[in-house]
């Protein structure tokens, strides 16, 4: 691979250095050759995409050039000191008690904190580089897939480029794994250095016919425990799904990063005949953070489910982007997505549905509610339908609303003070998003988080 830092286009100057190292690097140089190969077509396409600007259409409403002004360094240069193998008791209580963990720790995979054996009698789970090597015959195949469903962005080019760790993740024909698969990804605040982390995550999850899986991310930041805020890092995570015919997955994508960390975070997936695939995610943390998820029906009788909530303040910058693709007929998918903003913070959604001509008897609805705390906050909504065929059953909308003056007037007047009147009735607005979220345990965790940067009192989150 060809790397001139010096010859590339502004904002890419740093990426390249970064590519370099990545290469050099001794995880890098034992990936399998037909990986390398992926990376270096990835490199290319970075290059030509170049740095995401304000005058692309797609990246419109969020500046990320600040992510290119950051001095990063790679998880590989940052292994965690041998204390690392013992997480705070606050941070444990964020993963439920029940099922198995993948615990990560500044981006390094710590074997000690998790739990493989649980999960391997039931499945092969294997780390993405040992998986490269020794199952490629399956890898290979599955991310070629994906590659031609799904058109590859900025970032999930630049995931592939500068791979620092994952997962492969394969069930077997009929197998349901009964525990939740929990994924933690803990960040500390750098000790030794003024620079962040630059952590950049693939997981796949091959479902094989008639499979179940579930499963859980959470990136947290030590800010939670109130600890020292760290210097601006970059997370980037891909995770890549495909569900062969009658198999059910889901994920719940959780994140609670530090301040001044930038999260990046794709989710796509591919559905075959009678699969259904669930995707739910919450945005808490970080400066920016943008997520995208994109899943494509391609078997007939296809089921998704996307739901979304933001909570941003101060001057945080929060986007959730969809892309819904019908390809087959008599699918049907369902999104509900909220927003809650506060301060100067700033919300970006864009839902897209696309039915193609060869998707008939589709059933498909979108709906976004937000819900602003301040006058300088602001929301972008961008809810769009591109239809191919007219035998569909389609509906999307969007709202944008503050409180009610009368609600508020009516908690105050019963002693209730303004901030904490604002907090209950943005409790409320809440806990009917929390009433879709079927499995107990994430929607506790969901509901402990948010009442958490909610506050009792209507105060400031950590």
Avoid at 302 to 316: N, W
Wanted: proline fraction near 5%.
């Amino acid at each position: 691979m060809k790397h001139e830092p010096h010859n590339q286009p502004e904002h890419l100057h740093f990426f390249a250095s970064l590519v370099a190292s990545n290469f050099a690097a001794p995880e890098s140089r034992s990936l399998a050759p037909w990986y390398r190969a992926r990376q270096e077509r990835a490199w290319e396409q970075v290059q030509k995409l170049g740095w995401p600007r304000g005058s692309d259409e797609a990246w419109k409403y969020l500046n990320v050039s600040a992510v290119a002004q950051q001095g990063f360094r790679l998880p590989e240069a940052a292994v965690p000191a041998p204390h690392a193998t013992v997480l705070p008791a606050e941070i444990l209580a964020l993963l439920p008690r029940e099922g198995a963990r993948l615990v990560f720790v500044d981006g390094v995979f710590i074997p000690e904190l998790s739990t493989l054996a649980l999960l391997a009698a039931q499945c092969v789970i294997k780390p993405w580089q040992q998986a490269c090597n020794e199952n490629a015959a399956e890898l290979e195949p599955l991310l070629n897939r994906i590659d031609s469903a799904v058109p590859g962005d900025f970032f999930t080019s630049l995931n592939e480029v500068l791979l620092s760790g994952g997962f492969f993740i394969a069930v077997p024909a009929g197998k349901k794994v009964n525990e939740l698969v929990h994924v933690l990804h803990y960040s500390r605040a750098a000790r030794e250095t003024a620079r962040g982390i630059s952590q950049q995550l693939r997981f796949m999850v091959h479902l094989a016919p008639g499979a179940e899986l579930t499963l859980s991310s959470t990136f947290v930041g030590e800010a939670i425990i109130g600890k020292a805020i760290s210097p601006p890092a970059c997370t980037n995570v891909v995770w890549d799904f495909i569900c062969e015919a009658g198999a059910q997955g889901r994920i719940f994508h959780q994140q609670v990063e530090n301040s001044t960390t930038f999260h990046f975070a794709a989710v796509r997936a591919l559905e075959e005949q009678n699969s259904a695939f669930k995707a739910a995610q919450l945005s808490l943390g970080a400066a920016l953070s943008r997520v995208h998820l994109w899943l494509n029906q391609n078997g007939k009788a296809a089921h998704s489910q996307v739901d979304s909530l933001m909570f941003a303040r101060a001057s945080q910058q929060s986007e959730v982007k969809t892309t819904m693709g019908h390809n087959a007929a008599h699918g049907s998918s369902d999104q509900y997505h909220k927003a809650l903003l506060a301060d100067q913070a700033r919300g970006v959604f864009h839902g897209c549905i696309k039915i193609s001509s060869s998707a008939t008897k589709t059933n498909a609805n979108l709906l976004n509610k937000n819900l602003l705390l301040s006058a300088g906050c602001e929301m972008d909504t961008r809810p769009q339908l591109e239809i191919d065929t007219d035998d569909v059953k389609c509906s999307h909308g969007a709202t944008v609303s503050q409180l009610q003056a009368e609600e508020l007037f009516y908690l105050q007047s019963r002693g209730i003070t303004a901030a904490a009147a604002q907090a209950l009735l943005s409790q409320a607005y809440i806990a009917e998003f929390l009433q879709r979220i079927e499995h107990p345990a994430i929607a506790r965790l969901w509901g402990d988080l948010l009442g958490r940067f909610l506050g009792k009192e209507g105060g400031k989150a950590p």
